[in-house]
Structure formats: structure tokens, C-alpha cells
Antibody, heavy 117, light 108 residues
């Protein structure tokens, strides 16, 4: 079955850009699925950031609009998250996920990102 | 924006007991748009229930979901030691997902 693995820097400087990649295995990113990014700040519940479809349609949470870009690379079977102008409030674990029917049915293990100088 | 509200914040029970977790939405929603997740420390959330009452693949039948309109419930019929975790409900609304703040189920 589909498995997801996040990767990227664990430390980002304030005002910098957070960039993460999610590698998809056990299935094709070009299947008729949406793929999401979710943030979970320490001690808080998950917070949906946005999603992308293989035809490159995207939807973003209003909380992140203007700072977030989600893209995908079919040749590498992966999708990516870019979050600009980060602050300490963006320190969190970031998960990538495969969307099911109005939910997220497969999750990566998560990538911990700290925003600090 | 419809934000799910979960209660209680913490639930203390013993193995073998029945757990009832609540999720309320500010407006009536379609049943197919409500899901439940379990999260253990250091792990990603795991989908338990979708469409209010459908168990995800591999989820034991002691987990059940019910409800309609604005009031939804996750029930664990007989708690096993591995069930003590944090549970989140999640709502979908026109390309936007929101999660509740969670209920921590702890061992009494």
C-alpha cells in the first residue's frame, strides 16, 4: 500500500523559507488522489495547510494563504511544501498525507521543524 | 468556517471500560464529512472512522462512530491498553479541513 516519507531541514531561520518533500512509495502520485500537508504545533491538534492533485490543482487553508506553495514532481513521485516568512510560531511537526474521501487515510511519520536563529 | 469542538478535554478510564467521546459542530454537516483519528505520542494520526460511522481498514470493531447534524460520538466499547491516546475529530467543508482540539484518553 501507499507509504509516505517526509524529508527536509530540521532547522530554519526566522523570516526564511521552510521546504519539505514527501516521497510517495507503493503507488503513483498520478493516481486520482489529492495529497495534503498538515502541521502540528507542540501540544496542539493537527492543522491542515493545503492539498494538491496530480493535475496540479491546489487548495490552501486561509491561515497560510500568501505564504504557502504546494507542488509536485511526477518524475520523482513526490510532492513538496514551501512556507515562506516563517516565525517561531511555525515550529512544528509537519506531516504529508494521502487524502481519502473527505479525510486523510495515509500519513507519513512526520518531520520536525524548528524555526530559530 | 465550521470548527469542531470536542469534549471532554481529558477522559480518565480503566481498561475494560466503555469510552464515549463527543464532537460538536457549530452548524449541521453532512455525515460523509466527519472523521475520527487516533494519535499516540511520537506518531502520526491514524484514521479510525470516516463518514461518521465507517471503520477504516484494520480498525477493530470495538471502535464505532455515530451521530448526525451537529453532534457526533466516538465510542470504544471495551478499552484495551493500546487505546489510551489522543483522539481528534475532523470536518471537511469545500476543500478545507478542520480538526477539533482533541480528547486525551488516559488510564485511571
Amino acid at each position: 500500500q501507499v507509504q509516505l516519507q517526509e524529508s527536509g531541514p530540521g532547522l530554519v531561520k526566522p523570516s526564511g523559507t521552510l521546504s519539505l518533500t514527501c516521497a510517495v512509495s507503493g503507488g503513483s502520485i498520478s493516481n486520482d488522489n489529492w495529497w495534503s500537508w498538515v502541521r502540528q504545533s507542540p501540544g496542539k491538534g493537527p492543522e491542515w495547510i493545503g492539498e494538491i492533485h496530480h493535475i496540479r490543482n491546489t487548495n490552501y487553508s486561509p491561515s497560510f494563504k500568501g505564504r504557502v506553495t504546494i507542488s509536485l514532481d511526477k518524475s520523482k513521485n513526490q510532492f513538496s511544501l514551501n512556507l515562506t516568512s516563517v516565525t517561531a510560531a511555525d515550529t512544528a511537526v509537519f506531516y504529508c498525507a494521502k487524502n481519502g474521501a473527505f479525510n486523510m487515510d495515509v500519513w507519513g511519520k512526520g518531520a520536525s521543524v524548528t524555526v530559530s536563529s | 468556517e465550521i470548527v469542531p469542538t470536542q469534549s471532554p478535554g481529558t477522559l480518565s478510564l480503566s481498561p475494560g471500560e466503555r469510552a464515549t467521546l463527543s464532537c460538536k459542530t457549530s452548524q449541521s454537516i453532512s455525515n460523509k464529512y466527519l472523521a475520527w483519528y487516533q494519535q499516540k505520542p511520537g506518531q502520526a494520526p491514524r484514521l479510525l472512522i470516516y463518514g461518521v460511522s465507517n471503520r477504516a481498514t484494520g480498525i477493530p470493531d470495538r471502535f464505532s462512530g455515530s451521530g448526525s447534524g451537529t453532534d457526533f460520538t466516538l465510542t470504544i466499547s471495551r478499552l484495551e491498553p493500546e487505546d489510551f491516546a489522543v483522539y481528534y475529530c475532523q470536518h471537511y467543508d469545500t476543500s478545507f479541513y478542520t480538526f477539533g482540539q482533541g480528547t486525551k484518553l488516559e488510564i485511571k
